[in-house]
Every structure is written in C-alpha cells, then in structure tokens.
C-alpha cells in the first residue's frame, strides 16, 4: 500500500476550481458595507503637514549654516616667525649639510625628532586663558632651536664630529621633551579648570 507520493501527484488530474457566479460582486459588497469605498484612494496630506515639513526643513537649513559660519568664521591666530637673515656670502661657497647628510641612519633619527615636533606644534590649541604658558614654552623653543642652528653651522665648518652629532641629536630630543611637558601642563590646567566648573 506503500506508494510514492511523487508518483501520485504526478498521476493525479489537476482540478481548476472556479467561484461560483457573482461571487466577486458579492465580495465586493460585503467589503463596501463594512469599509465604505471599495477603491482605495490616496489619503491627501493635510495643509498643515505640509508647513511642518517645510519648516522643518527650514530649521535644518538655517540650523548647518549657521554652525558652518561658526566654524569658518573661528579665529585661529597664525603665528609669524621671522627666519633670521643669513649671510649669503659665506652659505653661497658651502653646500650645507645637516645631520641627515651624514648616514641614513641618522637621517631617520632626525625625521624622527622633526617629525614628533612638528606634530606637537600642530597639536597645540592657543586659548586666552593658557597663552602666556604657551608662550613661555615657544622661548624655550626658540633658543633650542637657535643652538641647533649653531651647532649645524659647526658641522657645516669644522666636519662632522661625534660630539657635534651627540649635541644636535639631544637638542632635537630636548625639543620634543619640552614639548611633552607643554602638553602635560596644558592637560593640568585644563583639568584645574574643569574641576573649578564643576565645584561651582
């Protein structure tokens, strides 16, 4: 009695079942009494749905432009820093060389260095309240920077030596150190401040 039943649909007469007469006008008015129309209409949006877009809308816009405005109207102090005027007569006669001229090696360690303190610079964000730190820093800085000159234009005259070498190498890494400490006294100040808001 066992049978496939593949075997049996595949042998069984397909029956087309069809609704009776007026089945469909019937349908159709049972859906009208309970429903009402039995077209579906597209609902019309109320008028004042439309103003709540539209002033939505608006606010979004006016609210980016104003925000955009803000941003590129900040005022973000360029500092100017004038290069020292050198002497074009004894510079002209010597190619200069720099600590990265004398080994690849070195040239690593210097990008290093120069690399670490020019993101530090970038980094640091002048406000009223600790430009006067900043400032002192930039002195230190700039008298650093000054010596490495100095001691590039040793190199430049005398040669390259390991004490001129060791000098310039730790003159970049006093840089970058100072800067750390810059940072970190920037991160206290600010942390002072909130701790000050924050108790008032």
């Given at each position: 009695m066992a049978q496939d039943?593949?075997?049996?649909?595949e042998n069984r007469p397909e029956e087309i079942t069809k609704p009776s007469k007026g089945h469909e006008t019937r349908f159709e008015k049972k859906l009208e009494e309970a429903f009402g129309e039995t077209k579906t209409r597209k609902p019309?949006?109320?008028?004042?749905?439309?103003?709540?877009?539209?002033a939505a809308i608006a606010i979004v816009l006016l609210s980016v432009g104003f925000f955009g405005y803000q941003q590129l109207s900040k005022e973000n102090p360029i500092e100017v820093v004038e290069a020292p005027k050198q002497n074009t007569e004894t510079n002209t006669?010597?190619?200069?060389?720099t600590l990265g001229d004398l080994s690849p090696e070195l040239k690593k360690v210097e990008n290093y260095y120069q690399t670490g303190i020019n993101v530090?610079?970038?980094?640091?964000?002048?406000?009223?309240?600790?430009?006067?730190?900043?400032?002192?820093?930039?002195?230190q800085l700039s008298k650093l920077n000054k010596e490495y000159k100095r001691l590039t234009l040793d190199l430049n005259e005398a040669g390259p030596s390991e004490a001129t070498i060791t000098a310039l190498i730790d003159n970049l890494q006093l840089r970058l150190e100072l800067l750390f400490k810059l940072k970190n006294k920037l991160k206290e100040l600010k942390n002072q401040k909130d701790e000050t808001t924050s108790i008032i």
């Open positions: 039943i593949r075997k049996m649909f019309q949006p109320s008028s004042n749905f439309i103003w709540l877009k539209v006669n010597l190619a200069k060389i530090q610079l970038a980094s640091l964000k002048i406000k009223g309240d600790n430009k006067e730190l900043i400032d002192g820093y930039m002195n």
